[in-house]
């Protein structure tokens, strides 16, 4: 009798919670599916049983959501689909859009996720068709293959009625996506495989290394045909290397006339160079202007009308590589109060490929959380004019001793590593951070308050530790346990993007903070 007890106890308890999820009706709308198979559930989550299965491109309507499961028509009852694998149909039917970058090396992924493949870049300025969108990921075009990149770090300008793009550059005209049709590829990585065919069973056929680049044959999806030498061709994965057009020999000359794109809508374009002075015009991301002259942080700029004007240089791209200074005793811009301009910021998103960090209670990773703040407080640093530096972009392995190398041929005036904590004690919670070095104790004061004014865990304040990427750095660096996963509770509030927006603005704040106050 007491196990019967039991069992009924346990069906109400269930049928309780079950009847307590929020449903919210969204009748109506039409979801296509965004995956080669999706399974269809009896109720909405991965407990219920599959009950059959839909392949990509079908569309269904939306009956009601819970959570993150839309419920729809299937056959002739219905069904529970997760909205992660799925886009609204609306989103196939916007007007074209140009995608252009506000940062460099903007990674473009297979999928809309960080934990997906780079199959390429782009750099601040650079623009690409956009095709459509998945919560904050945009799908897009470039170079001829379709890939994702996340919104934060690209500016949304509508393509021209026409379709074409004004070759002067000049304020008003829409933004061609460079480089259409590729000719040339480029390896990025030591050495790589060329096969027989498209697939990494293929036999290999011949094996070409960094820096060289072949002419493009042909494109299959994320594998390219390329041109090895007069007798031969083969397949390599373009992951590993990137697309452009074809360099043309011995070209090395420069520009007599300088020119910069714009990386964001509504840019002021001033009377002189400062922010006091009145705005000449406004401009929009992917424009590009003409130098004619600089002056401090400033371009001074020739308009289509004749006139000229100045627009700040850290809204601004040049197009040209971002390069590692070695020399610790290169000269630093002069840096405005409440700026960060001319500093070097190193950002260190903790853990990475094989090593996966801590494990959170409901089975978050915190290499990839770690990874999405870094992104998240990069743009942010990078807005205010610092060079930011990252010790990985992707889900890669980087040893500790590598991380702190970097920190040391960027010259960093301030290195950032960013973690999530663990402890068997599930009940332990808050955020730390922490130095080694005496002089590294006032970065790590002012950079824990930054993050007490914006963000509501338990303050666990600035303390010492004997961390390797601290111990053995040269500049100065600070290590931040961002809360504990261990904990329920707090596992849920640290993988919101609330809550990575509020920590990162505090860290922001935090930097700010020690460099007005040197």
Not at 324 to 353: F, M, Q, W, Y
């Amino acid at each position: 009798m007491s196990k019967l007890i039991k069992w009924l106890l346990a069906i109400i308890l269930f049928a309780s919670i079950v009847c307590e999820m929020p449903i919210i009706s969204a009748k109506g709308e039409t979801i296509i599916i965004n995956t080669k198979s999706l399974n269809v559930r009896t109720g909405p989550g991965l407990t219920y049983p599959v009950a059959g299965s839909m392949k990509q491109g079908e569309r269904a309507e939306v009956l009601a959501t819970s959570g993150d499961w839309h419920e729809i028509r299937f056959g002739s009852g219905t069904g529970w689909i997760a909205s992660w694998l799925v886009v609204n149909e609306g989103a196939k039917e916007l007007s074209p859009m140009t995608a252009v970058s506000k940062v460099n090396a903007l990674n473009i992924r297979t999928e809309p996720s960080l934990s997906s493949a780079v199959i390429g870049k782009m750099n601040a300025g650079e623009a690409a068709v956009m095709t459509g969108r998945q919560g904050e990921w945009a799908s897009i075009v470039k170079n001829g293959m379709d890939g994702w990149v996340h919104t934060d770090y690209i500016t949304e300008i509508p393509q021209s009625e026409n379709g074409k793009n004004g070759e002067s550059g000049q304020a008003g005209t829409a933004v061609k996506p460079e480089v259409k049709n590729p000719e040339q590829f480029t390896v990025s990585v030591d050495a790589l495989n060329v096969r027989k065919s498209p697939g990494l069973s293929s036999k290999k056929v011949g094996l070409i290394r960094k820096g060289e680049s072949f002419k493009i044959e042909e494109i299959d999806g994320n594998w390219i045909r390329l041109s090895v030498d007069k007798k031969s061709s083969g397949w390599v994965y373009s992951f590993h290397g990137t697309l452009g057009a074809k360099s043309t020999e011995g070209n090395t000359k420069v520009a007599a006339d300088k020119k910069v794109t714009v990386l964001t809508n509504g840019t002021n374009l001033r009377s002189s160079a400062t922010t006091s002075s009145s705005i000449v015009t406004r401009v929009n991301a992917g424009e590009k202007l003409t130098v004619i002259g600089e002056e401090g942080e400033w371009y001074n700029v020739s308009l289509s009308s004749g006139e000229t004007a100045f627009i700040a240089k850290w809204v601004v791209s040049t197009g040209e590589v971002a390069q590692v200074e070695l020399s610790p005793e290169k000269k630093k811009t002069a840096r405005a109060p409440g700026t960060l301009n001319g500093l070097t910021i190193v950002v260190d998103a903790g853990h990475g490929g094989n090593d996966r960090g801590t494990t959170g209670m409901q089975g978050t990773d915190e290499k990839l959380l770690t990874l999405m703040t870094a992104e998240l407080l990069s743009a942010k640093l990078k807005a205010a004019g610092a060079n930011v530096v990252m010790t990985r972009e992707s889900d890669t392995y980087i040893s500790l001793r590598k991380r702190v190398s970097v920190s040391h041929q960027s010259g960093a005036d301030a290195f950032i590593s960013l973690h999530y904590d663990a402890n068997p004690d599930t009940s332990i919670t808050g955020f730390t951070t922490y130095y080694t070095h005496s002089n590294q104790k006032s970065l790590a004061s002012s950079i824990n308050d930054g993050l007490a004014s914006t963000i509501t865990l338990r303050n666990r304040g600035a303390q010492p530790a004997n961390f390797l990427v601290l111990r053995e750095n040269r500049q100065n660096a600070i290590l931040i346990e961002l809360g504990f996963l261990s904990n329920p509770s707090e596992e849920r509030v640290l993988t919101t993007e609330m809550f990575r927006e509020q920590a990162t603005h505090g860290i922001y704040q935090g930097l700010l903070e020690y460099f007005d106050g040197k």
